[in-house]
C-alpha cells in the first residue's frame, strides 16, 4: 500500500512498471497520478472529514472504518482516512484494503517501509490511537538501587501458581529497524554524461559513514510543492577506471549517483534544478543483493538496459579487482542509440586494460552505419553471448533495466538453463 515511486503509472510500455514477481501495480485513471494526489492535498479540501480536528482512536473505533469509502488505517500509531487516496494509490484499492479498519505497520514495513506516508498523507490524519491505562507502577527504589514494577492483580484473589514462562522469554530478539534514516547530503558537483544522464556527486554530512553495499540502493528525498517525495537510486562508484576500494574509508564522504533525466518526470527535473550547494536527503541502504554469490565466481555475465546500468558499476569493479578466481566478464548493455550509452569510452578503455573484460553494446535504434548488434534482448542474442568458459565453471548472470526487460530476460535465462541461484536481477 503507499506506493509511491511510479505515480501515474504504468502506461502498457512504461519502463517504471514493478515486476509481477513483486509488488504489482495496477493502471491508474486518468488524473490519479501522484502529482494529481498532490494537488488535492493542497486544495483546502476536507480529506479527514473532520474538519481539521485531530482526535484520539480506540481499537474499537478504528475496527468501525473498513470501507472502502470509510476506511482508516493506522501505521506506527497514527491513524490515517486514506479512503480519499484508494484511487491514487499505485498498488490498488483491494491492496490498500488490506489493512483497512487495523494496524498496517506491519504491511506497510513488508511493502514499502521506505514510503514517506507521514508526508504523503498528512492531510488524511485523524490522530493518534488512544492509549491503553497503564496496569503496572513502575517506582525506583534508591535506599536499594533498584527497580521496583508493580503489577496489578485484575481479580483480587490468591494465585496458586506463577504460571510458565514463555518460549524465548529469556532470549533477546533483534529489533527490526523499521523507518528508513535519512541524512541531508549536499550537491557537489553535477556532469553530463550523456544527453540526458548525469552524474552527481553528493557530500555526506561531517563525521557521517555511509557504506552502500554492492547491489544495493538507497532512496532520494526532495520534497516537491511541499511533499516529501522518494525514489530509489544506485549509488555508483565516481569512474569505471579509479581503483576500487571496499569497504568504504572512514574518510570517504562522497557519494555519487547516475541519473536519468524525464523532462517530463515528476522527481528526476527537480533533481535537476538543484544548485550546488543544494541539500537532498539520502536513505540508508537497502537491496537484496549478496556479495557471497561472487564466491568461487569463474564466469559473470551483466545484462544491462539504459540506467540498469547503474548496479553493474560496482560488480564491474569489484568483480575485476577482488575475486580471484574469475575468469571471464561479459557485459551485454541494451540502448536505444550510441548517445545514450553511459560511460562508452571509460567501458571500451577497461576492456582494453583487462582482457578478462568484453563488452557488446545492443542497440533498439541504431542509425543505419552501426555496425555493432542490435535489437531488443532475445534468445538468439543471449544464447551466443552467455556461454559458460567451461561446462560446470560457476556462474552469475545479473539483468537489470526497465522492468519488462528484466522480466523477459529472467525468462530466457531459465529457458538456457540457467538455474535460479545463477540469476540475479535488480528490481525493487
Ligand atoms: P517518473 O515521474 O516516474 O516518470 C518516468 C518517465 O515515465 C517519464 O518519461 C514520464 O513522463 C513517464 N511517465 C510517467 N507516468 C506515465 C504514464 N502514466 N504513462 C506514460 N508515461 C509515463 N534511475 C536512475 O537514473 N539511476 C539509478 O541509479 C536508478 N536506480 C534505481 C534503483 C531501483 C531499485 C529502482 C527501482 C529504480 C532506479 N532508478 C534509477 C529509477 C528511478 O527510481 C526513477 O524511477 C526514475 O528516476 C524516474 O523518476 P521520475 O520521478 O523523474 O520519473
Ligand atoms: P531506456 O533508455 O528506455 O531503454 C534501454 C533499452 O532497453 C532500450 O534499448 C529499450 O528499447 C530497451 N527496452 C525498453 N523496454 C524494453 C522491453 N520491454 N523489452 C525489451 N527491451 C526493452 O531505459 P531507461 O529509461 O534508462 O530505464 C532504465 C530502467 O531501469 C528504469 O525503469 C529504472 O527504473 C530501471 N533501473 C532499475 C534499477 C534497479 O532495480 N536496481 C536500477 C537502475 C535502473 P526501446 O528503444 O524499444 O525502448
Known sequence: MLNVPSQSFPAPRSQQRVASGGRSKVPLKQGRSLMDWIRLTKSGKDLTGLKGRLIEVTEEELKKHNK?????????????????????????????????????TELFDQVH?????????KEC???RMAIKPAVLKVRVVESVGKIEIVLQKKENTSWDFLGHPLKNHNSLIPRKDTGLYYRKCQLISKEDVTHDTRLFCLMLPPSTHLQ????QHVYLKLPITGTEIVKPYTPVSGSLLSEFKEPVLPNNKYIYFLIKIYPTGLFTPE????????FVSVSSPEGNFKISKFQELEDLFL??????????????NYALTDIP???????????????????????????????RLDVEFVLSAPISEWNGKQGHISPALLSEFLKRNLDKSKVLVCICGPVPFTEQGVRLLHDLNFSKNEIHSFTA
Open 325 to 355: 578466481s574469475l575468469r571471464k566478464v561479459k557485459l551485454m548493455f541494451f540502448n536505444k542509440t550510441e548517445d545514450d550509452i553511459i560511460w562508452r569510452s571509460q567501458l571500451e578503455k577497461l576492456a582494453f586494460k583487462d582482457k
Open 271 to 278: 533533481l535537476d534544478r538543484l544548485q550546488i550547494g543544494d
Open 68 to 104: 472502502k469509502d470509510d476506511c482508516w488505517i493506522c501505521i506506527r500509531g497514527f491513524v490515517y482516512n486514506v479512503s480519499p487516496y484508494m484511487e491514487y494509490h499505485p498498488g490498488g484499492e483491494d491492496e490498500l484494503m488490506r489493512a483497512a479498519g487495523s494496524d498496517g
Open 113 to 121: 517501509r521506505w514510503v514517506n506516508y507521514e508526508s504523503m498523507l
Open 125 to 127: 490524519l485523524v490522530g
Open 303 to 316: 545484462l544491462a538496459a539504459g540506467t540498469g546500468f547503474t548496479p553493474m558499476v560496482k560488480i564491474l
Open 212 to 215: 552502500v553495499p554492492i547491489g
